[in-house]
């Protein structure tokens, strides 16, 4: 029974209860096909977004990971025709659909949050982003499409690519704390190439510059990482010089998810 599920998480959840129950219902709901896409994905940010209230409140990467992992377990166990489980996804849809209707929300970041539109328009605009020291990142696009893109005001910038940490070589959050780097080594990082470089819309920077477009890759390795983690965008000029900027993850991955709900 879904309540025996449930058993564990306590009447005032903690961020690591709470990610365990989220993640057991969007587990068992998606087995069991009780979600349309638009709730489906709120779920994913919900998830998300405990996972991260999870870890900035010090609970341990292992610890987080369990509950996960305890979810999918308990998920596959529980009958898709249980009631408890039917009247659980009916709070849910419930819960879901004014969140359904809202167009714009706000996801912390680590410098500055991630602010994601999903209202469509024909021009180029910022579905997500997140503003940097001479660049915005994020997903832009016109219509309901979009991709991974970074506006550069530079316009003398030629090429750009993403570090991100590499979870095969380094599994471990690179976690900014005094003494060390922001982010982490070559040796231990990811790294993305843009493709070529276009100026950009005045729809997505009103002061000019470059605009370049990054893999669906690249945004699965920064919804993987840490919300406390960092990642580097490096920018070369025509003349040589490099330039790095730092973002921060934050909830990227929530954000991701809520613009994944559909456009308004």
Not at 10 to 32: D, K, N
Not at 83 to 89: F, I, N, S, T, Y
Not at 171 to 190: D, K, N, Y
Not at 202 to 219: I, M, N, P, V, Y
Request: glycine share 8%.
């Amino acid at each position: 029974m879904l309540s025996a599920a449930l058993a564990a998480t306590p009447a005032v959840a903690g961020p690591a209860e709470t990610y365990f129950e989220r993640s057991l219902v969007a587990t068992a709901g998606a087995r069991c096909g009780l979600f349309d896409a638009a709730t489906t994905h709120a779920l994913d940010a919900g998830a998300a977004q405990s996972r991260g209230a999870a870890l900035r409140a010090g609970i341990s990467e292992a610890e987080v990971t369990d509950r996960r992992l305890r979810a999918f377990a308990r998920a596959s166990q529980i009958a898709c025709d249980d009631a408890e489980l039917h009247m659980v996804a009916e709070r849910v849809r419930s819960a879901f659909s004014a969140w359904a209707r809202t167009p714009r929300m706000e996801f912390p970041g680590d410098r500055s949050s991630w602010q994601v539109v999903r209202s469509a328009y024909a021009s180029q605009s910022w579905r997500v982003r997140q503003d940097g020291v001479g660049v915005i990142f994020g997903f832009a696009g016109a219509g309901t499409g979009h991709t991974l893109a970074l506006a550069v005001a530079d316009p003398q910038v030629v090429t750009a690519r993403l570090v991100v940490r590499d979870p095969a070589r380094a599994p471990s959050a690179w976690v900014v704390r005094a003494g060390i780097a922001e982010t982490p080594p070559a040796s231990a990082s990811q790294v993305f190439m843009a493709g070529r470089g276009r100026v950009v819309p005045e729809t997505l920077s009103e002061s000019g510059g470059k605009l370049f477009r990054f893999s669906t890759a690249a945004a699965d390795a920064i919804g993987l990482l840490d919300p406390r983690e960092r990642f580097a965008v490096e920018l070369v000029r025509a003349d040589g010089d490099t330039r790095i900027v730092t973002l921060g993850a934050g909830d990227f991955a929530a954000a991701r998810a809520f613009l994944a709900m559909g456009t308004l």
